[in-house]
């Protein structure tokens, strides 16, 4: 099989706004639940397009309904995104889409009940038609040379035990460290895994301000534990990391934060929100990963890093999403389903940096289109973070 | 099976006083414990499965369990040389909720 291994840069589909994608989807995205199932239908007529259905839409108050505002605009101008064709309830909400989509000149339709009589099988009608028209259009696009610097790249765990911690969370530390230094964007989130290890966050933020901001992400998040009245052992780490040899908190964060590599780190985002500029950024996000790795990709990251140690089927829907370990049975027992083994780091039969050499050629592979086995098992999906009440 | 160049652990720092066994080991047995290309020894009193933590040295009750460098939590009972160091003899420090 033909291979990129050309390491100073990758074949993207260069966007109208500047962006450049590592896929070339339709994305089909239904503003909210009530018009989900409407969505997967239109899907199914289209071959290839990708279906993202945000539950929660009306009633939505206060900051998850600026969430869902954002998630809405970032999704539909990802990157990875050639055309979207949105579908909803709410008018209002259509035409919020329509005003933060125009911008970017994205190929685009949009489809309320509204405009269809309240009558779902004729909005299915309309919008497979205009979705054959986008799927066209965007067929006809070709990859192009881009440079690493156009990379966003989002940093996950999941399922973690000691060996992400000794070997496979260093490797994306490696390959963060890397991409930071070619002129890309990385981001780690997950904020209730840098406590304990919050110290060392804060002592490489760029400015004092970035630090406090660090350490108020994680004491807010250990207050709502407290407040909760629970006992993170148990919770986090879970019974599937104390299992595999996680004892505290504190001891699965310093592995965790291994993953942001060692350059300095520029601010903290809210849930996804976009870096403003090059370089290493923290998010203050969930740690559950289906809501982590939307929150990544509503920013913008046009790939994923996911490492695991006993093994984590979860994929983004949008963002390649590069599955790892080191775990040396792990990996024999998911060699369909993780697109990269480190068990020879961990095992000592090859260095860490050689390693992250060869998980770097990876990465430049799959961002010029070689697909990951989540891709063609069709593990993807998104999970948009709820933050509060709603009516 | 020997692993991490002949290493049975790894102490990820030096002032480490626990260290991550490298396959799971029987009570009895001797590990080679590396630590940045130095190895010491250390026999395991306990059976400790892949990926757990080994104490190298004595930790008194309350007192703190280093890996990577830093404190992961507190013994909440004497742990001697060789056990195996986990949720039922150390808990964290952090998010602890007051009765």
């Keep these: 099989m033909a291979r990129d291994d050309d390491s100073s840069g ?27 199932q409407t969505a997967r239908r239109i899907g199914a007529m289209l071959a290839g397009a990708v279906v993202v259905v945000l ?34 309830d709410n008018p209002v909400v259509m035409e919020q889409a329509r005003t933060d989509i125009e911008p970017s000149r994205r190929p685009f339709a949009g489809f309320t009940l509204d405009d269809c009589g309240h009558d779902a099988l004729t909005l299915t009608d309309r919008a497979v038609r205009a979705g054959a028209r986008l799927m066209r259009e965007i067929s006809g696009l070709r990859r192009t040379p881009a440079p690493v610097a156009a990379l966003g790249i989002g940093l996950e765990c999941g399922r973690s035990d000691p060996s992400s911690g000794l070997v496979a969370n260093p490797l994306l530390g490696l390959v963060a460290d ?26 490489r933020a760029r400015s004092p301000e970035v630090a406090d901001a660090i350490r108020g992400a994680v004491l807010e998040r250990e207050r709502i534990a407290i407040a909760a009245g629970l006992d993170l052992t148990g919770s986090n780490p879970g019974p599937t990391n104390i ?7 504190e001891e699965k964060s310093l592995g965790n934060i291994a993953k942001s590599g060692h350059r300095p780190i520029e601010g903290l985002l809210g849930y996804g929100e976009k870096p403003p500029a090059p370089g290493l950024w923290t998010m203050d ?64 039969h090859d ?4 390693t992250g050499e060869a998980l770097w050629r990876r990465v430049l592979a799959v961002a010029s289109g070689e697909a990951t086995w989540g891709e063609i098992l069709r593990e993807g999906d998104e999970v948009l973070s709820r933050f509060g009440p709603a009516l | 099976m020997s692993s991490a160049g002949g290493a049975d652990a790894i102490r990820l720092s030096p002032d480490d006083n626990v260290a991550t066994v490298l396959r799971a080991v029987s009570a009895g047995e001797r590990l080679r414990v590396r630590c940045a290309g130095n190895a010491t020894e250390v026999e395991a009193r306990d059976a400790i499965p892949l990926c757990h933590k080994v ?45």
Excluded at chain 1, 13 to 36: F, K
Excluded at chain 1, 243 to 249: M, P, V
Excluded at chain 2, 73 to 91: D, L, S
């Design chain 1, 10 to 36: 990758f074949l993207g589909y260069r966007r109208a706004d500047g962006q450049v994608g590592v896929r070339n989807h339709l994305l089909v995205l239904s503003t909210g639940g009530l018009t989900g």
């Design chain 1, 55 to 88: 539950p929660h839409s009306a009633g939505l108050i206060g900051r998850d309904r600026d969430v869902h505002r954002r998630a809405i605009a970032g999704l539909a101008t990802h990157p990875n995104v050639g055309a979207v064709l949105l579908v909803g």
């Design chain 1, 178 to 203: 890397w991409l930071v230094d070619a002129g890309g964007r990385a981001v780690i989130g997950e904020t209730l895994e840098w406590l304990g290890a919050e110290h060392l966050l804060a002592g």
């Design chain 1, 243 to 249: 299992a595999a040899g996680l004892s505290s908190i």
């Design chain 1, 285 to 348: 996000a969930s740690a559950y990963a289906p809501k982590s790795l939307t929150g990544f990709v509503v920013a913008g990251a046009q790939m994923l890093l996911f490492t695991t140690g006993v093994g984590n089927p979860y994929v983004s829907a949008l963002a390649p999403t590069i599955k790892l370990s080191a775990n040396p049975a792990t990996c024999a027992a998911f060699r369909d389903q993780l697109d990269f083994d480190a068990s020879g780091a961990f095992l000592g």
């Design chain 1, 351 to 354: 260095s860490l940096d050689a």
């Design chain 2, 55 to 99: 104490s190298l040295g004595p930790i008194e009750a309350g007192g703190a369990v280093v890996k990577y460098g830093q404190k992961i939590g507190e013994a909440i009972q004497p742990i001697t040389t060789g056990r195996h160091v986990h949720v039922h003899n150390m808990r964290s420090a952090r998010a602890r909720v007051v009765p």
